[in-house]
């Protein structure tokens, strides 16, 4: 083989090889049972504000129109609800409590009169190293909304969304019919549970209103 061609050679592994550690840095191990990319999103964010319980928000996404009050509850309770079956979960989600960063969601959950119906809820982790790699947050595996599961009574909402390795109750109220304010707790299949976090999301931007 002459120089010309080892040369050749070398410098398409290396081209190749720098891409392949470029991409391998936006990705996360293996969590909640889905190994998946960080994915490129504009959040569209804007300052926060005030939360249930006197909590603030660091951002506001008007993409992600559920926010989870950044504080450190949240950031345990995160660390809880992905580190399931002993993921490691302090490796693969950076702070949500640094300015900047927030847990967002949303969702779109049929009801009517006292019945749910069905739906889905998305959380996506605006961490801090979404900030510091270009970008690229953490959407969690999609949650199912169990139907049989949920309740409504009155003013008064349970919706049980659950995905293969465990299930998210978001527990609150309508405040004015306005917003839905409550508290999130999930319930993973290894038998761990806790409080994930206090939230707010208008109400016909989650609920999808007759």
């Known amino acids: ?39 490129s999103t504009n959040p569209n ?16 996404s008007s993409e992600w129109p559920g926010q ?16 399931v079956n002993g993921a490691d979960a302090n490796s693969l989600i950076g702070s949500v ?28 982790v605006w961490d801090s190293i979404a900030l510091s790699n270009g970008g690229y947050g953490l959407v969690l595996p999609t949650l199912t909304v169990n139907s049989s599961a949920s309740t409504i009574s009155g003013n008064q909402y349970q919706v049980v969304a659950q995905d293969d390795f465990g299930q998210v109750v978001f527990q609150g109220s309508l405040n004015n019919g306005q917003m839905f304010v409550g508290t999130a707790h999930y319930q993973n299949s290894d038998g761990s549970q806790g409080t994930l976090g206090s939230f707010q999301i208008p109400a016909c931007s989650f609920f999808i209103c007759q």
């Open 1 to 39: 083989m002459t120089n010309f061609k080892r040369i050749t050679i070398l410098l398409f592994m290396l081209i190749f090889g720098t891409v392949a550690c470029s991409k391998k840095s936006r990705k996360r191990a293996p969590i909640r049972g889905a190994s998946q990319n960080r994915v």
């Open 45 to 60: 964010l804007g300052p926060g504000f005030g939360l249930p319980g006197g909590g603030t928000s660091n951002v506001f």
């Open 68 to 83: 989870f009050i950044s504080d450190n509850t949240l950031q345990t309770g995160l660390y809880g609800y992905v580190g």
């Open 97 to 124: 409590t640094a300015p900047g960063t927030g847990v967002f969601f949303k969702g779109r959950v049929a009801v009517s009169g006292s019945q749910v119906f069905g739906g889905f809820i998305e959380i996506m």
